[in-house]
């Protein structure tokens, strides 16, 4: 846990669970080649990889504060908004989804699920409650984005299945429920 009193990664995320609403703080911004980090120990988003040619992110992505997954990170998220985000911007969002996934580096395998979201300030995307209401193309299309982004770093990505807002308060409760614990010890 950083000793850090700026860093922003332990903020209450304020989660709504009626409303399927949380917070998120986006890392990389739409449209970017560009892949940043969020360091806690500088409080800084650092540069940590850059996509190749022609390859970019589709959407938002980010973390949730105050969550820690099972690959020792963040919670990811995948923002879908009407404009990029710049790097570092707390966004209020609409949990609609999850994507249930594993990622293999160097024979180890871990849970590394990819929460998605609507940003609630959106005229495109205020129809979208659930991932039922994202179309099929774009889902398999974002999938496709992960293998390819993984494959490039060396891992390997597995989407293991699609759930909707209720699968995904409930999983993102537990990595609230990781970091608390980890904080405390």
């Known amino acids: 846990m ?15 669970e009626k409303k399927f609403q949380c917070r998120a703080i986006i890392e990389t911004p739409k449209g970017s080649r560009n892949k940043f980090k969020y360091d806690p120990k500088t409080g800084l988003f650092a540069l940590g990889g850059l996509l190749p ?83 099929k193309t774009l889902l398999c299309q974002v999938e496709e984005f992960f293998v390819s982004y993984n494959k490039q770093r060396g891992k390997k990505f597995k989407c293991k299945g699609l759930h909707g807002p209720k699968r995904a308060v409930k999983d993102l409760k537990k990595a609230m429920a990781s970091h608390k614990k980890d904080a405390e010890d």
């Open 2 to 16: 950083s000793k850090n009193p700026f860093d922003i990664s332990g903020l209450d995320p304020e989660l709504d």
């Open 53 to 135: 040619e022609g390859m970019m992110f589709p959407f938002d992505f980010g973390f949730i504060p105050s969550t820690l997954g099972g690959d020792g990170d963040p919670f990811d998220v995948m923002v879908m908004m009407d404009a990029p985000a710049t790097t570092g911007m707390l966004i209020d969002i609409r949990i609609v989804g999850i994507i249930e996934a594993e990622q293999t580096q160097d024979g180890e395998t871990d849970e590394n699920p990819r929460l998605l979201g609507a940003a609630v300030h959106s005229y495109q995307h205020e129809h979208i409650r659930t991932i039922d209401d994202v179309s």
